[in-house]
């Protein structure tokens, strides 16, 4: 998603050139950088559907087709997409603040 933010914000107009962080950011008072921190928590959305599907979605056993309910899986997925938006906007106010 964040890509899909940048090429958006380039397609506006043609002579701004956005290509580090620094200078595209948005400061929203003490939060620098605040367009990027909305972007990485689409992550931790992400991760949070998936969490949600798998918990409340039945898991099939089928021993003719190799299927088996073991959703451990999916759920360390979710589990990684969070703590990838988390961190990343950990990254993101640490950088920014230097």
């Keep these: 998603m964040p890509s899909v ?3 958006a914000f ?3 107009d043609e002579n701004i050139h956005c ?3 620094y200078k595209c950011k948005k400061d929203l008072g003490a ?3 605040f367009n990027n921190i909305i972007s990485n928590l689409l ?3 992400a991760g949070l559907g998936i969490f949600l599907i798998v918990r409340f979605t039945a898991p099939v056993e089928n021993e003719d087709y ?7 899986l999916y759920y360390s997925l979710a589990i ?3 703590f990838e938006g988390l961190y990343l906007d ?3 106010l640490i950088f920014n603040e230097q």
């Design 5 to 7: 933010q940048f090429v």
């Design 80 to 82: 990684v997409l969070c």
């Design 19 to 21: 290509y580090y962080n």
């Design 43 to 45: 992550y931790i959305l």
């Design 31 to 33: 939060i620098p950088a």
């Design 90 to 92: 950990l990254l993101l």
């Design 10 to 12: 380039q397609t506006q």
């Design 66 to 72: 190799g299927l088996h309910g073991d959703v451990s």
